[in-house]
């Protein structure tokens, strides 16, 4: 888990939203790197932002279950649709 991790931090630095996205899982879930929903949702929206609609739902989500950021359910349901395009 920490290679992984370190890997996915090195891609997620030059701006690769795949690895931005599995770098937010890995702090989502704490494997490789502390547990930081912060930081995760940051990662989530960086990918998100370039349309990567995986990281859509994880932000989604995030917003759903207000883990990182406030609850709100109008942004969770406005990051589904947007992947789902």
Not at 39 to 49: D, V
Not at 57 to 78: I, S, V
């Amino acid at each position: 888990d920490d290679e992984a991790a370190r890997l996915f931090r090195r891609a997620a630095e030059q701006g690769h939203s795949l690895a931005q996205c599995s770098l937010g899982q890995c702090h989502a879930e704490g494997k490789g790197v502390p547990q930081d929903d912060r930081e995760a949702a940051r990662l989530f929206r960086c990918a998100a932002n370039k349309g990567h609609a995986g990281s859509q739902c994880e932000l989604g989500q995030c917003y759903a279950d207000g883990r990182g950021m406030p609850h709100d359910d109008d942004e969770a349901a406005r990051l589904y649709r947007r992947a789902a395009e």
